[in-house]
């Protein structure tokens, strides 16, 4: 069975410093790792899907990176407006399709 | 990106009546389209698969009488909670992959979800 363990629960941060939320993941085979922002009361935004150990990818101040039993995502310099819940979800070749879904880490970065 | 709406955004409704909400994909086909359901600070629980053209698949302990879901065509999905309770209150969340037919599944893009009370 799939297992995603995301840390920590809750991330309080003054704008402008930089952390990172961890993602751990087993499952049988990977077949893709997602990263999604989700804000109160509403569905999940996609930011990334990481593939192979070693893939990086960017978007304005979030960098999500891969390794073969974790992934993170770093937030530089973070502003208010990054204050969200972030999900981790991987796929894996014994889901085909379907997504297993970390608790989330929820991030509030004060002005 | 792919854009998934949902409808209604909200909905108030009382015990034993049932509630039909709609998930459309937008600017894609998709075969495939998945209903989640969301309790508060938790995180999306997968209840059902919606297959396009055949009988939705459902997740250990969803009970697919009181479930509804159809997929009429590429585009649409629906749920319908059926005797709803006031237990059945979540919020509701769609979500649709990109891929079609060739079922090379990537990105999954999800809608905006619907607030269902049951009074």
């Known amino acids: 069975e799939d297992q995603v363990t995301q840390s920590p629960e809750a991330l309080r941060l003054q704008e402008g410093e930089s952390s990172s939320l961890n993602c751990s993941y087993t499952?049988?085979?990977?077949?893709?790792l997602f990263w999604y922002r989700q804000d109160p009361g509403k569905g999940p935004e996609f930011l990334f899907t990481l593939y192979s150990a070693g893939e990086e990818k960017e978007k304005e101040r979030l960098k999500a990176t891969l390794t073969k039993k974790e992934s993170f995502l770093h937030i530089t310099a973070p502003k208010p407006e990054d204050s969200a819940t972030y999900l981790c979800?991987?796929?894996?070749?014994?889901?085909?399709?379907?997504?297993?879904f970390g608790a989330g880490t929820t991030v509030t970065v004060r002005a | 990106g792919a854009v998934v709406s949902q409808h209604p955004s909200w909905v108030i409704c009382k015990s034993g009546t049932s509630v039909k909400i709609e998930c459309r994909s937008l600017?894609?086909?998709?075969?495939?389209m998945f209903w989640y359901r969301q309790f508060p600070k938790q995180s999306l629980m997968l209840m059902a698969t919606?297959?396009?053209?055949?009988?939705?698949?459902?997740e250990q302990g969803v009970e697919k009488d009181k479930f509804l879901i159809n997929h009429a065509s590429l585009t649409l999905s629906t749920l319908t909670v059926t005797s709803a309770h006031p237990e059945d209150s979540s919020f509701y969340i769609c979500s649709a992959p990109t891929g079609g037919r060739r079922k090379t599944y990537n990105e999954q893009f999800f809608g905006p979800g619907t607030r269902l009370t049951v009074l």
């Open positions: 979800a991987v796929r894996s070749t014994s889901n085909d399709y379907k997504l297993s």
């Open positions: 919606s297959n396009e053209g055949s009988k939705a698949t459902y």
């Open positions: 499952v049988s085979g990977l077949r893709g």
């Open positions: 600017d894609f086909q998709a075969t495939t």
